[in-house]
């Protein structure tokens, strides 16, 4: 599978069954429902998006755009995509649409060394951990990026 072969879109509200469907594959503790409709309608702050292959959506993410803070808030590739270089293309893409961030943050499982690999390989470093964090009791890393900001003039 090749980048080019890859749409990322804006997520709707149509999209939803899909993405909560991969959430509960993926998460122990996947958002719901009214997390998503809130961030596709009412927050202008997100940024939340589909990654389709063939028409047919394999992944998806959530970011804030708070001003000096970007948070990326949920990543998601479907298992049978992952290790295909499309968690990278999809965070390539997401840290693109930062406008007015000079940092990235994002939490992660303390367990899930997948990904944290992949953020270290970013530029994401640990900077604190937030103590039973999900719903399981599972701490989360903080982990914080410094953005380039190259075209800060056009922000």
């Known amino acids: 599978m090749k980048s080019e072969d890859?749409?990322?879109?804006p997520m709707?509200?149509?999209?939803?069954?899909i993405?909560?469907?991969t959430e509960k594959r993926v998460y122990l503790t996947p958002w719901s429902r009214r997390n998503y409709e809130f961030e596709v309608k009412q927050n202008r702050f997100a940024i939340p998006v589909v990654m389709e292959y063939q028409k047919e959506i394999i992944g998806h993410c959530v970011a804030w755009d708070l001003f000096e803070t970007y948070h990326i808030a949920t990543i998601v590739i479907?298992?049978?995509h992952q290790g295909k270089g499309?968690?990278?293309y999809l965070l390539d893409y997401m840290l693109s649409k930062a406008t007015m961030a000079d940092h990235a943050l994002l939490e992660v499982r303390e367990s899930n060394t997948r990904a944290r690999t992949l953020y270290q390989q970013y530029g994401f470093r640990d900077i604190g951990m937030r103590?039973?964090?999900y719903k399981d009791g599972e701490n989360a890393i903080v982990m914080r990026k410094e953005l380039?900001?190259?075209n800060s003039d056009e922000k």
């Open 6 to 9: 890859v749409l990322i879109r």
């Open 131 to 133: 103590k039973r964090y």
């Open 12 to 17: 709707t509200i149509e999209d939803l069954d």
């Open 19 to 21: 993405v909560l469907a």
């Open 78 to 80: 479907m298992p049978e």
């Open 148 to 150: 380039e900001l190259t």
């Open 86 to 88: 499309l968690g990278k």
